[in-house]
């Protein structure tokens, strides 16, 4: 077979060729691929659970799991099985048609949410837009807002995708700048203040989106009780409660949703990455039949959401979640994460905050920046990745041992020496 993929005619390109070695993969993406990421310079071939190999047999420790898409490991048998499965049998229907993988995942994915209804999608993006197009419909055909006019308060320093409405409300520049023109209709408010909240909320506001966590941030945790204010408020309000647990939900924080730990119900959960058991992307919105009640046929869609491969890992998903078991180690496992690196404090490292197993590390900036950290920590084999300046967030799948979180720790004490 050849291995040029020019049709006839085409122009002749010339570029690195891959080999095995890493620099020759890295030149020949650097050569290809839109440089929209700057990755480390490890070219990962194989991965099993926690761990991956690269393509010249070094592994590596996977300490950032897929930004959670990865929560069960790389690999989890019952999820390969559940995809080998289906894809023997069927794997795409589009919504023209039923399809009978379906109606099973979004009822166990509704009854483990304790809701009514899934609307499901693909990416997080979407799944936040769709979440946002809910609030909007929901403002103007429940609520009455005057067509036109819903605003949704958003928090400073979210990440919620990268589509043109979601970073119309992003404040960050690098996600943000010549977008433009962005879609109006949110307001920012800061993370974790109610009172800025209850002053930015109009009858015109139809929902709250919010970050339980704030991921992409740097894992920032907002003041205690501040979810509770939040629950209380927008019921007050009449406004709704739309919470992204993209990244924070499916057992990362040692609960199912990060709005568990201060048993907070929101309105709208927006749900993605872990969902799709890092084989595939699966998101969804989930939320009673008065809130997500509002679509009606050809209003909103997707060609591959809720297709059956993507159903069938979302079910083995949920099944794998309904046991408690991944929460309760990243319960047990985070409390070990978070005692080895508060004993790195003043050492090199300025704070940690830590959910479950996830933490934000933000490292003296006089020392290192994340960057030259995550770096530093893949030539010790650990694999991490700054999110802002000199933080960088640690977020192993959950199914690493007291081992990992021993090499984490030491691997971070010796970049720091
Ligand atoms: N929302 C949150 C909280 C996220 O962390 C992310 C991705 O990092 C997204 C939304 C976007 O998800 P996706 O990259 O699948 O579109």
């Not at 740097?218 to 408020?233: A, K, Q, S, T, Y």
């Not at 993209?246 to 990455?273: H, M, N």
Request: hydrophobic content about 40%; charged content about 20%.
């Amino acid at each position: 077979m050849s291995d040029t993929a020019a049709r006839p005619g085409a122009r002749e390109r010339t570029g690195p060729t891959p080999g095995t070695p890493t620099h020759e993969h890295v030149s020949m993406a650097d050569y290809w691929v839109a440089s929209n990421y700057s990755p480390l310079p490890v070219v990962i071939a194989q991965a099993e659970g926690a761990w991956v190999t690269d393509v010249e047999g070094r592994r590596y420790l996977d300490a950032l799991a897929g930004y959670s898409a990865l929560n069960f490991g790389h690999l989890h048998p019952t999820l390969v099985a559940a995809v080998r499965s289906q894809l023997d049998r069927l794997t795409l229907t589009s919504r023209a048609f039923h399809s009978d993988r379906l109606g099973p995942f979004c009822r166990d994915l509704a009854t483990f949410a304790d809701k009514d209804l899934v609307l499901p999608m693909n990416t997080g993006a979407e799944a936040v837009e769709t979440a946002i197009k809910t609030a909007r419909r929901w403002g103007y055909e429940v609520k009455g807002v005057p067509d036109g006019r819903a605003r949704i308060v958003a928090m400073a320093g979210n990440f919620h995708g990268r589509t043109t409405t979601i970073v119309s409300f992003s404040d960050d520049p690098l996600a943000r700048d010549h977008y433009g023109p962005y879609t109006p209709g949110f307001d920012l408010v800061p993370f974790g203040d109610i009172g800025a909240l209850e002053a930015a909320i109009t009858d015109e506001t139809v929902a709250v989106l919010l970050e339980p966590i704030q991921g992409e941030g740097g894992v920032i945790l907002p003041p205690d009780g501040w979810l509770r204010d939040v629950r209380e408020l927008t019921r007050r309000r009449n406004v709704l409660m739309v919470v992204d647990e993209i990244q924070s939900g499916l057992g990362r924080t040692g609960s199912s949703f990060a709005c568990d730990l201060e048993d907070v119900v929101p309105d709208v959960y927006v749900l993605g990455k872990a969902l799709g058991g890092g084989i595939v992307p699966v998101s969804a919105v989930v939320a009673d039949r008065d809130v997500l009640g509002v679509f009606t046929p050809g209003s909103h869609g997707s060609t591959f959401g809720g297709n059956p491969l993507a159903a069938a890992v979302g079910q083995a998903v949920i099944r794998l979640l309904v046991t408690g078991e991944y929460q309760e180690r990243a319960r047990r496992l985070g409390a070990l994460l978070e005692s080895g690196l508060a004993g790195l404090v003043g050492q090199g490292i300025d704070a940690v905050r830590v959910r479950g197993l996830w933490a934000g590390v933000d490292l003296d900036p006089g020392l290192m920046s994340g960057r030259e950290a995550s770096h530093r920590l893949l030539e010790r084999g650990v694999l991490v990745k700054e999110t802002h300046g000199s933080t960088v967030r640690i977020a192993p799948p959950l199914v690493v041992g007291d081992a990992e979180i021993e090499i984490i720790v030491d691997a971070l004490a010796a970049i720091l020496r």
